[in-house]
């Protein structure tokens, strides 16, 4: 096992008009589950396979352990990935498929059962040695692609997107299991994910990328509660953090009938006469009277909770209120919501940056 130190690690593609990973500095942990999450194009793949070696580094370098590998070919950086696609070899069986790497190594063939044995019994594929990809499910043919990693004995794992191909039911089940699983191994582990609810529920950090820049490199619990700006914020959380603009008045930050105190210090760090104003759909409370008067446009109900989606008047947003499940509430009711006042973020409209708590 070993740490993992990007150091102002750059990628530019002919043509971009900006880089697509731009000095990168972040290091993750011996043992530890990082998670690279953002959008589409920020650059969370790119990284991967930088680190993998599958794409060259244009500035900066990259480091496993104390080994400074930005020059080292891919198969001399003793890692292992797990791709989106499972890259079975259909004619082989899945002890086959689970062993290929050590073969082509040239390992013996007494060691080499011995790990394929080790790696099926981790990953429950015991009874299944024999078949082929095709007789296997979806969730089943990703074991065996982890099992192919875990064979290796690499000081990182690498993963990007691997549960892509899965359905609903079998993502949250595979989830639980591989994050289960390198706790289980301590093998430093770099995953790739578009999905925040994925990379909140299996990181010990999550890392949010932004345009091929890093936002915040935080625990999931940090994130949530305490993200730098307006995009973290806005992308971190399920359903999303509520974002509203408000005016800066002498009373505070006033959005329609809703006014919230700005502190001397929070005022000072306003470059704008705005800020963002974001509540979380669990702190938003739901009243008949005072806050800001709103039209519940949708109901969403989950059994033991619900969500409110309203148009609020004196916002540019639909906001949205997480109350109890069969609550009764409906379409076209009138309620007034109002923010709990310890699930307050602000941040400069400007700039997306958090105001000073």
Known sequence: MATVTFDRATRIYEGLDRPAVNALDLEIEDGEFLVLVGPSGC???????????????????????????????PKDRDIAM???????????????????????????????????????????????LHRKPAKLSGGQRQRV????????????FLMDEPLSNLDAKLRVQTRTQIASLQRRLGVTTTYVTHDQ????????????????????????????THPVNEFV???????????FHAHVTEAGATAGNLTVPLKPEQRSAVTSD??????????????????????????????????LYCTAEGTDKELVARVDGLSGMHAGDVVTLTPAPTGLHLFDTATGARLPD
């Open 43 to 73: 650059g969370k793949s790119t990284t991967l396979r930088m680190l993998a070696g599958l794409e060259p580094i244009d500035a900066g370098d990259v480091f496993i352990g104390e080994r400074n590998v930005t020059m080292v070919p």
């Open 82 to 128: 797990v791709f989106q696609s499972y890259a079975l070899y259909p004619h082989m069986t899945v002890g086959e498929n689970i062993g290929f790497h050590l073969k082509i190594k040239k390992v013996d063939k007494a060691e080499r059962e011995a790990r394929i044995v080790e790696a099926a019994k981790i990953l429950d594929l015991e009874e299944f």
């Open 145 to 156: 692609a982890m099992g192919r990693a875990i064979v290796r004995q690499p000081q990182v």
């Open 197 to 224: 609810v994925e990379a909140m529920t299996m990181g010990d950090r999550v890392a949010v990328l932004k345009d091929g820049i890093l936002q915040q490199c935080a625990s999931p619990r940090d994130l949530f």
């Open 233 to 243: 914020a806005g992308f971190i959380g399920s359903p999303a953090m509520n974002l």
């Open 274 to 307: 705005k800020v963002s104003v974001g509540v979380r759909p669990g702190d938003m409370i739901v009243a008949n009277e005072g806050g800001l008067k709103a039209t519940v446009n949708v109901v969403e109900e989950l059994g033991s909770e619900a969500f």
